[in-house]
């Protein structure tokens, strides 16, 4: 599976962004998409994950602010981030996995990553 993730950029804070995973291959339908982020210094950030059955679990920061979905049709699927704020800047990966869940371990297929810069 290959993915490529887009839609990051430049952000106001209390914006939105939309994030877009497509992947490339059959049996997408069948694996768990997590969302990572990560900042210069830091460890790679587990933000939220769907899985095979569009069951959702999110970060606790991500909880009531962020949104996972997917569209199996599309092999495509996204993070829609809102009330974003300064401490959100990150690069953003998406990431597939037959088991879904918050550790990155779980999934050996990685996008490219998309920055998402948010202004105060």
């Known amino acids: 599976v290959q993915l490529q993730a887009s839609g990051g950029g430049l952000v106001q804070a209390g914006g939105s962004l939309r994030l877009s995973c497509v992947a490339s291959?059959?049996?997408?339908?069948?694996?768990?998409v997590g969302w990572f982020r990560q900042t210069p210094g830091k460890e790679r950030e587990f933000v939220a994950v769907?899985?095979?059955?569009?069951?959702?679990y999110y970060a606790d920061f991500a909880q009531g602010r962020f949104t996972v979905a997917r569209d199996n049709g599309k092999n495509t699927a996204y993070l829609q981030m809102d009330s974003l704020n300064p401490e959100d800047t990150a690069v953003y990966y998406c990431?597939?996995?037959?088991?879904?869940?918050?550790?990155?371990?779980?999934?050996?297929?990685w996008g490219q990553g998309t920055q998402v810069t948010v202004s105060s």
């Open positions: 990431a597939a996995g037959l088991s879904g869940g918050p550790r990155d371990d779980l999934y050996p297929y």
């Open positions: 291959g059959r049996s997408f339908s069948t694996y768990a």
């Open positions: 769907v899985d095979w059955n569009i069951s959702p």
